[in-house]
């Protein structure tokens, strides 16, 4: 089956403990990018990543870092985490077919919430 | 920043009648996307519309797409209880990054049995 995980679907955590939220897709994409939805803010982009070892940051990157050593992987770590940073993130996928921004496949989401 | 905003926040319906959602944009784009989300839930494709495109079909979904006025309905006809979820277009913008989408923050529908 075509997916997007992630995990862990949950996670409470402290302030300043490093964490990192694993992002996996089966879909051969080579577009993966990860988003927070805040209530009233809807999804703001945080990295995006269009090829392997090709990263770049989207609206909301500070606070965060990503790496794509992989096609199928994206990770995104929170090196200080931080309580703004609270929030439900999403991963999501695509092909490059038009070379524009087509149809994204979203993973399940990630529950963060930093105490 | 925020590119597309869609209209109302919030629409509650009766089973069987018809919803439509707006977008509204403030630059030129290359497509529009609506997707759905279930509570919680990670966000579904539902149509994706390309600017030289005026209106679209799949099933119980038209899209139509008004580049003069920068804007976008999303019309679910014959709706049903299953439909209640939230909605978001979503925006590639001209001169944006390239697989760079921009989401507004989406119309909460409720359809009522």
């Known amino acids: 089956e075509a997916q997007v995980t992630q995990n862990p679907r949950y996670l409470i955590t402290v302030t300043g403990k490093k964490l990192t939220v694993t992002c996996s897709q089966n879909?051969?994409?080579?577009?993966m990018s990860w988003y927070r939805q805040d209530p009233g803010l809807g999804l703001r982009q945080i990295y995006y990543?269009?090829?392997?070892?090709?990263?770049d940051k989207g609206d909301v990157p500070e606070g965060y870092k990503v790496s794509r050593k992989e096609k199928r992987n994206f990770p995104l770590i929170l090196e200080s985490p931080s309580p703004n940073q609270t929030s439900l993130y999403f991963c999501?996928?695509?092909?490059?077919?038009?070379?524009?921004?087509?149809?994204?496949?979203f993973g399940p989401g990630t529950r963060l919430t930093v105490l | 920043s925020q590119q597309g905003e869609e209209d109302p926040q919030a629409l509650s319906i009766q089973e069987g009648e018809n919803a439509t959602m707006n977008c509204s944009y403030k630059?030129?784009?290359?497509?529009l996307q609506w997707y759905r989300q279930n509570s919680g839930r990670g966000l579904v494709h539902l149509i994706l519309?390309?600017?030289?495109?005026r209106e679209k079909h799949s099933g119980r979904l038209r899209v139509t797409l008004d580049t003069s006025k920068k804007s976008s309905s999303l019309l679910i006809t014959a709706s049903r209880a299953a439909d209640t979820a939230s909605y978001f277009c979503?925006?590639?913008?001209?001169?944006?990054?390239?697989?760079?989408?921009?989401f507004g923050s989406g119309t909460q529908l409720t359809v009522l049995p």
């Open positions: 999501a996928s695509s092909s490059q077919t038009s070379g524009r921004a087509d149809t994204q496949y």
């Open positions: 879909m051969n994409h080579e577009y």
């Open positions: 990543s269009m090829n392997v070892e090709v990263t």
């Open positions: 630059t030129s784009i290359n497509n």
């Open positions: 519309i390309r600017s030289n495109e």
């Open positions: 979503a925006t590639d913008h001209k001169g944006g990054s390239a697989r760079q989408l921009t």
